[in-house]
């Protein structure tokens, strides 16, 4: 099979996250679908709670009832998953036909960090295409290829402001 595996996301009922995450892993493994469910996960995120006046450091599930799962879609593979215990359906306009991630939501997401390597050199001009600054145009700092990230100075309200964007937001001027 020479399908490729890709993201897809999982609605669960609330709570229920680790479980699904749990009795899907069981299922893969009785099955052998290694080979066709590679990866299941829920980003988390970890932040400070005050309670009590006590501080109080915790995970936090960043998208709470989803999960996000590697595979590649079959009817049985989808069989399989919607009918994993607390799975209400997949995420899309056709909960039947599921429709993947894109590589770029993957990475906003947090899902998965793609190693994107950039075609572009410190001083070249490129066009940000997504985030708060999608549209906007900005001329290349610095690149950092292990972080995934580029200093880009952007004119806003008249003033140049370096900022650091993800490769992933960026892409070179035509």
């Known amino acids: 099979m020479t399908e490729e595996a890709r993201w897809y996301v999982v609605h669960t009922y609330?709570?229920?996250?680790?479980?699904?995450?749990?009795?899907?892993?069981?299922?893969?493994?009785?099955?052998?679908?290694?080979?066709?469910?590679?990866?299941?996960?829920?980003?988390?995120?970890?932040?400070?709670?005050?309670?009590?006046?006590?501080?109080?450091?915790?995970?936090?599930?960043?998208?709470?009832?989803?999960?996000?799962?590697?595979?590649?879609q079959t009817p049985e593979i989808w069989y399989v998953v919607r009918n994993t215990r607390g799975v209400t359906g997949f995420v899309g306009a056709d909960s039947s036909n599921p429709t993947p991630l894109t590589d770029e939501e993957v990475v906003q997401m947090g899902v998965e960090r793609l190693n994107i390597k950039l075609d572009v050199e410190v001083g070249e001009t490129v066009e940000i295409i997504s985030g708060p600054f999608d549209g906007f145009t900005g001329k290349v700092l610095s690149l950092d290829d292990k972080a995934q990230k580029a200093k880009i100075d952007i004119v806003i309200f008249g003033r140049n402001t370096p900022t650091d964007l993800d490769y992933a937001a960026i892409r070179k001027m035509k």
């Open 14 to 72: 609330s709570g229920y996250e680790n479980k699904v995450k749990e009795d899907l892993t069981k299922t893969v493994e009785n099955l052998g679908l290694h080979d066709m469910i590679q990866d299941i996960m829920f980003p988390v995120e970890e932040v400070i709670e005050v309670k009590d006046g006590k501080r109080k450091r915790i995970q936090r599930k960043v998208y709470p009832g989803y999960v996000m799962i590697k595979m590649i």
